[in-house]
């Protein structure tokens, strides 16, 4: 079946830091890939996307790119800002688009 | 344009008990899906449900849980004789369309605490 393996956290980083957070999928086919942050409090917000080999998903600073031959999708921001501080979920949703399969979650923490 | 609701945000229940989650998807959405967190897992497919039909169940446990999402009201998940197994976060998601990654919203979840 379908899995995705993240990174374990918590991840702390200082302001301005470079920020790397590792995911891996098993899937079957060619899956679409996502990236979701949970601020405290609230629920999920789609952060992005992609949708097939090669592509590269950005938002708000932070790029992954779908990488087809080392299955990954790693989540990388440049430089990280306080208001980061978020748990960030790694996910693929199959062909049959019925359900997201979700990594475990990895809490980031930004220090002033 | 609320968000999704869920209620109520914390739930303890001793064993035996019954448990019902709420989920009010967002104003013009259609689709519903419940997941369900683990401590120290991913959140994990239950179900996916269209209003007054079950779409998808093949993440739901075979017994004591069962779901709904009628012509009017919020969708429900109901636990019945709750197991302190079932402690987890659970979180509701809608959509206006099946699939639509882009337009799945998720509520801030429903703790459930089995005492």
């Known amino acids: 079946g379908n899995s995705v393996t993240q990174m374990e956290g918590p991840v702390t980083l200082s302001e301005e830091a470079f920020l790397t957070i590792n995911c891996t999928y098993t899937?079957?086919?060619?899956?679409?890939l996502f990236w979701y942050v949970q601020y405290p409090g609230e629920g999920l917000q789609l952060l992005l996307k992609?949708?097939?080999?090669?592509d590269k998903g950005s938002n708000k600073g932070f790029e992954a790119t779908y990488r087809k031959e080392t299955t990954s999708f790693h989540l990388e921001k440049g430089s990280v800002q306080v208001s980061d501080s978020a748990v960030y979920f790694c996910?693929?949703?199959?062909?049959?688009?019925?359900?997201?399969?979700f990594g475990g979650g990895t809490r980031l923490m930004v220090k002033p | 344009n609320a968000g999704v609701m869920q209620n109520p945000r914390h739930l303890v229940r001793r064993r035996g008990q019954e448990a019902r989650l709420r989920c009010s998807p967002m104003?013009?959405?259609?689709?519903v899906y419940w997941y369900r967190q683990l401590p120290e897992e991913g959140l994990k497919f239950m179900v996916y449900?269209?209003?007054?039909?079950?779409?998808?169940e093949s993440g739901m446990p075979k017994e004591r849980f069962s779901a709904e999402f009628p012509k009017e009201g919020p969708s429900i998940l109901r636990i019945q004789q709750v197991v302190r197994g079932d402690s987890a976060a659970y979180f509701c998601?809608?959509?206006?369309?099946?699939?639509?990654?882009?337009?799945?919203?998720f509520g801030s979840g429903t703790q459930l605490s089995v005492l």
């Open positions: 998601a809608s959509s206006p369309d099946r699939g639509a990654n882009e337009k799945l919203f």
């Open positions: 899937a079957t086919g060619y899956p679409s």
């Open positions: 992609a949708t097939k080999a090669d």
């Open positions: 996910a693929l949703r199959d062909n049959a688009g019925n359900m997201l399969t």
């Open positions: 104003k013009g959405h259609s689709h």
């Open positions: 449900l269209q209003k007054e039909n079950i779409i998808d």
